[in-house]
């Protein structure tokens, strides 16, 4: 076989808890098993790697488990395009190549929902997570006064966690409403993981980081980097902050762009697939994120059932059918209990951008009806990010549905295209 | 003790320790804007996961890498839109 063709029983696309989860179960098998990552290391966003000492220590053990299982793993590695079933068209720093499948366990993942507010393009203005994830990687916070803003449980842990590294967190703004969260709160005991949620509450009211619901960002001051911020509550009140970061997302969302590709079918914004995480198409399944945002708990046990299923031990896959159920239960809680308020979709100015890759703002998007035209016209979603951060704003502002996505998914070089052409059968 | 490795920003040499991720380097450089846009803004990392592409540098000539999810080497040449 080339150097620029590939063959695995089971390719899986992520090596985060869901694909790592997976990789374990296949490899209880006889088959081939390959795992290919887009970053440099594995462990997904949850457990990434530069931050090996301070991983919890259920990613110690899955990283450990991992490991010492016998799958092929290609860190670097982007999808960039299918162009036959079973196909798929990857590309490293060094090279590229086709990697053939029988079977595909897309474990890609989520990101976080940005939601455009007029300043939101400032330097030192971050997702809630991003500013997480560089902190765990070393971005220097000594001093430097933080607002976390947004959504979700996810901003007590990032509060905690830069208030650790140095930084001045002077207030975790939540849109939610208290009303909400209590509702919230009062559900997760019977769900398992509401160990988590208590232990990041107490912390952040440990640390006396202010905690104020029914708060959000209205616009980010500053010139060429972030100076300060605007908080509104419901009441209308507003209130100014002086800061040097903001960190501010509204949730998750799940990474779809290869399911839509491969011509999955997608159902009110995530991967349909059935018990055995197999998706609509003939041999592609899907774990974690991308059916449902539901961290964790939900990843590793999607991933191991995809794994088991795709190996054929549905034994193995059936005893975790139960557990399955409880962090789907958790999803639905977290969906309601963090759902955007209406106010949100109506933050941006005539001159605020929303399509960050093409400098596209509302009002060029004003004159559009859909995704289709708003590319023709404005370019929005035409740049490298290929519209993952502006096709959840417009469908969350507008309402806008993405059918497809536009091959190549993540950008490649001509070079990788020309050389490995390959005839369609 | 961990190994240090020298890289070329913008014409400066910078030395950190191995393992450090390229868009931390240049935060602790002293880097705020890592890109301009299309219409000239400056423009700085967000997703801190290589969704969004705002981290983008050129390295080694190589144009739109994303620096956030790229580990510093040896030698490297790393050009930000200063």
Wanted: glycine share 10%; charged share 20%.
């Amino acid at each position: 076989m080339s150097d620029t063709t590939k063959h695995f029983d089971i390719v899986i696309v992520g090596a985060g808890p869901a694909g790592m989860a997976a990789a374990v179960a296949a490899s209880q098998s006889h088959r081939s098993v390959a795992v290919i990552e887009s970053n440099p290391w594995t462990g997904g966003q949850l457990w990434r790697r530069p931050d090996a000492a301070a991983t919890p220590r259920a990613g110690r053990h899955w990283h450990a488990r991992f490991k010492a299982c016998k799958a092929h793993l290609i860190t670097e590695a982007s999808v960039g395009d299918s162009i036959a079933p079973g196909h798929l068209l990857v590309e490293t720093p060094a090279s590229a190549f086709n990697l053939f499948y029988d079977r595909l366990i897309m474990a890609v993942g989520a990101r976080e929902q940005f939601m455009p507010f007029p300043g939101w393009t400032l330097p030192n203005v971050f997702g809630a997570g991003g500013l997480q994830l560089l902190a765990k990687s070393g971005w220097p916070l000594q001093g430097k006064r933080v607002v976390v803003a947004g959504s979700g449980p996810l901003l007590l842990a990032v509060g905690a966690q830069l208030r650790k590294r140095g930084a001045r967190v002077l207030c975790i703004a939540e849109q939610t409403s208290l009303k909400h969260l209590v509702r919230f709160g009062l559900t997760l005991p019977r769900l398992g993981p509401s160990k988590l949620w208590q232990a990041l509450v107490c912390q952040s009211q440990l640390l006396g980081v202010p905690y104020r619901t029914g708060y959000w960002p209205i616009q980010a001051h500053g010139t060429d980097r972030l100076e300060g911020v605007t908080l509104r509550r419901a009441n209308g009140a507003t209130w100014n902050v002086t800061c040097d970061m903001l960190g501010c997302a509204f949730g998750m969302v799940p990474n779809l762009e290869l399911a839509r590709l491969l011509g999955c079918d997608i159902e009110q914004g995530t991967v349909r697939v059935d018990t055995w995480q197999k998706t609509s198409v003939n041999q592609v399944y899907c774990a974690g994120e991308p059916t449902g945002v539901g961290g964790m708990d939900r990843a590793l046990i999607e991933g191991q059932i995809a794994g088991y299923a795709v190996t054929d031990q549905p034994d193995k896959a059936r005893a975790l059918f139960g557990p399955r159920q409880k962090t789907h239960d958790f999803t639905r809680v977290l969906n309601q209990g963090f759902a955007l308020r209406d106010e949100l979709r109506t933050l941006t100015t005539p001159d605020t951008i929303v399509c960050r890759c093409e400098d596209v703002t509302a009002a060029q998007l004003a004159c559009c009806d859909d995704f289709r035209t708003a590319r023709l016209y404005t370019r929005c979603g035409m740049g490298p990010c290929q519209g993952r951060n502006c096709s959840t704003a417009t469908h969350t502002l507008y309402g806008w549905e993405t059918e497809f996505s536009r091959p190549p998914v993540t950008p490649i070089r001509v070079r990788s295209l020309v050389d490995l052409s390959v005839e369609k059968e | 003790m961990s190994k240090h490795l020298t890289l070329s920003v913008n014409g400066r040499s910078l030395t950190v320790p191995e393992g450090t991720v390229l868009a931390v380097a240049l935060a602790e450089a002293g880097v705020t804007q890592f890109r301009r846009s299309v219409k000239g803004q400056a423009r700085g990392p967000l997703c801190g996961m290589g969704i969004c592409f705002e981290c983008s540098v050129t390295i080694d000539g190589k144009l739109h890498q994303r620096s956030c999810q790229t580990l510093c080497q040896e030698g490297m040449e790393v050009t930000t839109d200063e």
